[in-house]
């Protein structure tokens, strides 16, 4: 085992030292600590080692410097959603970011989801999402129809498998310039991840429910102006914009807007009235 010590260009001394089969080095890392009264970035000069990830580096701040540096995670292999944050201000998940995306003299900041309110650390409070999802009413299936009597067409299972693949990372939600920097928004909007979840009940050929003026007037659906920056941050490329929030405007559009489907609605509320 060999050290090599490196002038870096950002005036800091570089060490890397040649292991089996790869090498370590000192790496920069800049972490946002405080809780909901207030904080700021802190600076740690960390061993960062050959295919790592920032929750690996991040744990090693921990367990090295800063043994009470909150942070949530749970399965490490990008599964459960539990450890975004935002890295270099775009969000991510600690566990998916490969150290080796970074260049060994850059300076890398980690920093909890700005849409939601800090609890501590890198630890948001996400309730809202779980608040905004018990608005969503739940699949209504005809009456009659027993559970094991469902028959569905295969495409119709794979478009509402696609939303299923949603993990709650809640990192679209954090992206969504609708309540990222708008707190006021948030009771009236629901947000890409529950978008997706009203298009897959909509897409449903068994639900009988529409939930299409509760997605205008309640939730929100006209705040968004398709940007895509959602469907970019999602780590199960989920096609959000396209696939969901697309297609469920344009199903808006043709119940209130489209004249004979207006007609047909019209006569139905009379008769049901």
């Known amino acids: 085992m060999t050290a090599i010590e490196d002038r870096a260009p950002t005036g800091r001394t570089e060490v890397e030292v040649e292991v089996e089969g790869g090498t370590s080095y000192q790496g920069a890392f800049r972490i946002w600590r405080g809780n909901a009264s207030g904080g700021a970035l802190v600076d740690f000069e960390v061993e960062v080692n050959e295919g790592e990830v920032v929750l690996d580096v991040v744990f090693r701040v921990q367990a090295t410097q800063a043994g009470d540096l909150a942070v949530r995670w749970n399965c490490k292999a990008g599964k459960c959603g539990s450890c975004s944050a935002e890295i270099n201000g775009r969000p991510r998940l600690m566990c998916m970011t490969r150290m080796d995306t970074f260049g060994r003299d850059e300076t890398i900041t980690v920093t909890p989801m700005r849409a939601f ?76 991840r529950l978008f997706i979840r009203y298009a897959e009940l909509d897409m449903h050929p068994y639900d009988t429910v529409d939930r299409r003026d509760g997605l205008v007037q309640e939730q929100g659906l006209g705040f968004c102006n398709i940007t895509k920056c959602c469907t970019e941050v999602c780590p199960e490329h989920i096609k959000i914009t396209d696939n969901a929030i697309i297609p469920m405007k344009e199903r808006v559009v043709d119940q209130r807007y489209d004249p004979l489907a207006f007609l047909f609605k019209r006569r139905k509320d009379y008769q049901e009235g």
Request: charged share 30%.
């Open 117 to 192: 309110p800090v609890i501590r650390d890198l630890v948001t409070d996400v309730s809202f999402n779980y608040e905004k999802a018990k608005e969503v009413q739940a699949f209504t299936p005809p009456a009659g129809l027993e559970p094991g009597e469902y028959r569905m067409q295969q495409v119709d299972v794979e478009r509402g498998q696609e939303f299923r693949k949603c993990i709650e990372c809640f990192m679209c939600q954090d992206i969504c310039h609708v309540i990222r920097d708008h707190e006021e928004n948030k009771p009236a909007f629901a947000g890409p």
